[in-house]
Nanobody
Framework: QVQLVESGGGLVQAGGSLRLSCAAS????????MSWFRQTPGKQREFVAR???????SYADSVKGRFTISRNNAKNTVYLQMNSLKAEDTAVFYCNARNIWSSSESWGQGTQVTVSS
């Protein structure tokens, strides 16, 4: 079965950087568009960044210029490099995989990112 495991979250000061990783297994990684979402208590999960199976990227306006999504198909891993972090970036970050053929989706368990001001 598909498994997505996020790592790299933690506590960082405002202005700092973190790199999140999401390791995928149980699927053909290159057949999936990969995304990052985030969620804070009491709010809906929101889109952060996406990278297509072909490497095309898109970002939420709130993170453009600060976050970079990338993927390594040989390692079945997607990354989210987060720079110039702000207190409002504090959230649980989730990895999402969406198969380009079946549109089936899978989610990771999430990793907490806390930015202190």
């Amino acid at each position: 079965q598909v498994q997505l495991v996020e790592s790299g979250g933690g506590l960082v000061q405002a202005g700092g950087s973190l790199r999140l990783s999401c390791a995928a297994s149980g699927m053909t990684f290159s057949n999936n568009a990969m995304s990052w979402f985030r969620q804070t208590p009491g709010k809906q999960r929101e889109f952060v960044a996406r990278i297509s199976s072909g490497g095309v990227t898109s970002y939420a306006d709130s993170v453009k210029g600060r976050f970079t999504i990338s993927r390594n198909n040989a390692k079945n891993t997607v990354y989210l490099q987060m720079n110039s972090l702000k207190a409002e970036d504090t959230a649980v970050f989730y990895c999402n995989a969406r198969n380009i053929w079946s549109s089936s989706e899978s989610w990771g368990q999430g990793t907490q990112v806390t930015v202190s001001s």
